[in-house]
Nanobody
Framework: QVQLAESGGGSVQAGGSLRLSCVASEYSVSTYCLAWFRQAPGKERQQVAY???????AYADDVEGRFTISKVNAEKTLYLQMNSLKVEDTAMYYCAADLPGNCWRPGYKYWGQGTQVTVSS
């Protein structure tokens, strides 16, 4: 059972930056798909980005060029660097992990508890 714990959320003004972290309980996640999702009130959960076991990554269109996903396997840690934040980025952000395969998918097996990001104008 993989456990994930996010941190780094907070309140920031539009145009600012935040870096989210997600620490896993198992080193085996280095072989998994790792992803960030977000969910705003009244909206469906959206996949923001993923990074594969080999390090390839992909982003949702509305964060491409502003967000960067990365990981440090030795630290069992996943990151999401968020720059040029917009009010519409306000949401609860979740990290997720699952066995390798198609990493762009909604049905991840393991989830963190979430960290709130609030962007004000």
């Amino acid at each position: 059972q993989v456990q994930l714990a996010e941190s780094g959320g907070g309140s920031v003004q539009a145009g600012g930056s935040l870096r989210l972290s997600c620490v896993a309980s198992e080193y085996s996640v280095s072989t998994y798909c790792l992803a960030w999702f977000r969910q705003a009130p009244g909206k469906e959960r959206q996949q923001v980005a993923y990074i594969s076991s080999g390090g390839s990554s992909a982003y949702a269109d509305d964060v491409e060029g502003r967000f960067t996903i990365s990981k440090v396997n030795a630290e069992k840690t996943l990151y999401l660097q968020m720059n040029s934040l917009k009010v519409e980025d306000t949401a609860m952000y979740y990290c997720a992990a699952d066995l390798p395969g198609n990493c762009w998918r909604p049905g991840y097996k393991y989830w963190g508890q979430g960290t709130q990001v609030t962007v004000s104008s």
